[in-house]
């Protein structure tokens, strides 16, 4: 029995559940927030970060892990490619995603869906503003120049890159931002692809039906 602890408006939650649901396990979600404190949530996460992944009384933190682990579960299905040069072209676009391209996603939806609307606080529009002009653009200019015109970041196949990518871009959509046609059309291009995909359609229609009240 796999339980996975978090919630699925966390950006590396919902990858580790893309991937889950990507292999075809059935699991439990347990709502536990980002930086919960109770001791029982420090055991299984030393950081304090969700997602963790429960397995038959085996647990595991970090998204990166999870994934991994899962692949070694299922036969026959891989996030992983396996030539060499593919698989670690395709675990730094996940590290990239993980890092520096999430700061910039999650901040906006901090800035323009989390504080205003959940947290009851003010937007930091200096923040965003650089985000939105400045450090994002520069992570976009990156990913342009690696995505091919069409198909998957890495390969002929769904990776682990593309999963970690597009959770990203899924978080700051929730704060009404979209990819530059224009300015990166390859990107935007992938984008569109992967939002009509039926593991991501599927996902966000089950995001969307449990979102927190006020957030819809
Ligand atoms: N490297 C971790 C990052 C997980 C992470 O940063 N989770 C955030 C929520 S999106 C969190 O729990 N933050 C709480 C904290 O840092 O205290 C992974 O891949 O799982």
Same mark, same amino acid.
């Given at each position: ?51 963790? @992944? ?5 647990? /595991?933190?970090?998204?990166? &892990?999870?994934? =991994? $682990?899962? +692949?070694?579960? !299922? ?82 196949? @769904? ?5 970690? /990518?597009?959770?990203?871009? &899924?978080?700051? =959509? $929730?704060? +009404?931002?979209? !990819? ?37």
């Amino acid at each position: 029995m796999f339980k996975l602890y978090g919630v699925a408006l966390s950006p590396f939650v919902r990858k580790a559940m893309l991937a889950l649901e990507y292999y075809g396990l059935a699991y439990e979600n347990e709502a536990t927030f980002p930086g919960d404190e109770s001791p029982e949530f420090r055991a299984i996460s030393p950081l304090g970060k969700v997602p963790v @992944l429960e397995h038959d009384g085996f647990t /595991v933190p970090d998204t990166s &892990v999870i994934c =991994r $682990y899962l +692949d070694r579960l !299922v036969e026959g299905k891989s996030l992983y490619p396996a030539d060499a040069q593919a698989e670690a072209t395709a675990c730094w676009i996940e590290e990239y995603a993980d890092s520096r391209l999430i700061e910039n996603c999650a901040g906006i939806f901090q800035e323009r869906l989390l504080k205003p609307k959940m947290f009851n606080q003010p937007t930091d529009e200096e923040r965003l503003a650089g985000i939105i002009n400045t450090t994002l653009p520069a992570c976009l200019d990156y990913l342009e120049s690696i995505m091919p015109e069409l198909g998957y970041i890495v390969g002929d196949s @769904l990776s682990i890159a593309d999963l970690a /990518v597009v959770t990203c871009f &899924v978080q700051a =959509r $929730y704060g +009404d931002y979209e !990819v530059d046609a224009n300015r990166f059309p390859r990107v935007r291009a992938y984008l569109d692809r992967a939002y009509d995909s039926p593991l991501l359609t599927q996902r966000l229609a089950s995001e969307r039906a449990n979102l927190p009240p006020g957030l819809g």
